[in-house]
């Protein structure tokens, strides 16, 4: 019996070791194939994160702030320099912000302007995708089950890779051919594919799910927002709230029915909000291929969109400070009153007087 028991341990000690091996022959050994894919932009994104100093407007979000933002643009609109990490909503607010926990400071504006989904998550084969097992720090403890989970299937996604294009000799694809590759991007993460027009015909809109803006609204995704929010704020940053573009077409509310419902989620939420969400509600010559991708055209228009709302915020911002050190030094009340008139005046308050710093 003793024998026996000691057989199975010794299997049991082989298989683990053969298991380790190869997950560590994958993850450390096997070429990386995908070094040219959409999602190697984060390492750019993340590069140029490290390589800036507070204060600076950093975006985070989904694939729709990343095909409908000109960081350059933006730039120039507000001062600041900008870091556009937005790449896929897959990654979640939650994981986009692990990596700025180290990086931000006092000054540094964070607007986080996602996709409408019902509940935000994370999704760590993206991350597994990066080939960068550095970010993977970033997972909580609690979810690594579900980590170790999702390794089997990318262990056999890049061993496919290695013999189809390693062992075999297949081409690999060219990465100017799409906006879907790295060569999409230069070396800061800013989008440089010329996208001159529509591709959205009936036919493929017909295959594209609807766009139920009120799934943003969800208390899951509130309690998201509100924890960034209080935890940057212990950095000196602020954390301010913006919507991506999304095909007017797809939308299942008026522009009234939507500032209803914005309205409502004000109430609940702590995040200052900078924008309506009506007013990103694109005509179809201003997107791309999806509800949420813009083309060149509509790339401009919304980086123009959030910087006029950016700047209304900063703006009210100033106006508050300003408006605070009359009260302080008792100037006479007409002073102070005709600071927080211009202040109630300005469009970033119409939302969110209160929230300004």
């Given at each position: 019996m003793k024998k026996f028991f000691f057989k199975l341990a010794l299997f049991v000690v082989l298989l683990a070791t053969i298991a380790g091996a190869a997950v560590l022959l994958t993850l450390f050994?096997?070429?990386?194939?995908?070094?040219?894919?959409?999602?190697a932009s984060f390492l750019r994104k993340y590069g140029r994160l490290k390589n800036t100093e507070p204060p600076r407007i950093i975006l985070i979000g989904g694939s729709a702030t990343a095909f409908g933002l000109d960081q350059y643009l933006l730039e120039e609109m507000t001062g600041y320099p900008v870091v556009n990490m937005a790449v896929h909503a897959g990654l979640g607010p939650e994981l986009f912000f692990a990596p700025l926990r180290d990086e931000i400071g006092p000054g540094d504006i964070v607007v986080i302007c996602f996709e409408f989904v019902e509940e935000w998550g994370n999704d760590y084969s993206l991350l597994l995708d990066l080939n960068d097992y550095t970010f993977l720090h970033f997972v909580p403890s609690s979810d690594y089950p579900l980590l170790a989970r999702l390794i089997?299937?990318?262990?056999?996604?890049?061993?496919?890779?290695?013999?189809?294009?390693?062992?075999?000799?297949?081409?690999?694809?060219?990465?100017?051919?799409s906006p879907y590759r790295l060569a999409a991007f230069d070396g800061d993460g800013q989008m440089i594919y010329p996208r001159p027009k529509s591709l959205l015909?009936?036919?493929?809109?017909?295959e594209m799910t609807q766009s139920p803006l009120n799934t943003l609204f969800h208390d899951?995704?509130?309690?998201?927002?509100d924890g960034i929010y209080r935890e940057a704020s212990e950095s000196g940053s602020v954390v301010l709230l913006s919507f991506p573009p999304v095909l007017?077409?797809?939308?299942?509310?008026?522009a009234a029915g939507i500032d209803k419902e914005q309205t409502a989620f004000e109430t609940?939420?702590?995040?200052?909000i900078i924008s309506k969400i009506s007013d990103y509600l694109f005509d179809r010559e201003l997107m791309y291929d999806t509800t949420y991708h813009c083309n060149t055209a509509g790339e401009k228009r919304r980086t123009e969109l959030l910087g006029r709302d950016i700047n209304a915020y900063l703006a009210a911002a100033r106006l508050k400070e300003e408006y605070?050190?009359?009260?302080?030094?008792?100037?006479?009340?007409?002073a102070a009153t005709a600071v927080l008139e211009r202040l109630k005046m300005t469009?970033?308050?119409?939302?969110?007087?209160s929230q300004t710093p």
């Open positions: 050994v096997a070429p990386n194939y995908s070094e040219n894919d959409y999602m089997p299937a990318f262990m056999v996604k890049k061993w496919y890779y290695y013999i189809k294009y390693g062992v075999l000799g297949r081409k690999l694809k060219t990465t100017e051919e015909d009936d036919a493929l809109f017909a899951s995704n509130i309690e998201i927002l007017k077409e797809a939308v299942d509310l008026d609940k939420l702590a995040v200052p605070a050190t009359a009260e302080r030094d008792n100037l006479f009340p007409r469009r970033a308050t119409r939302w969110r007087f």
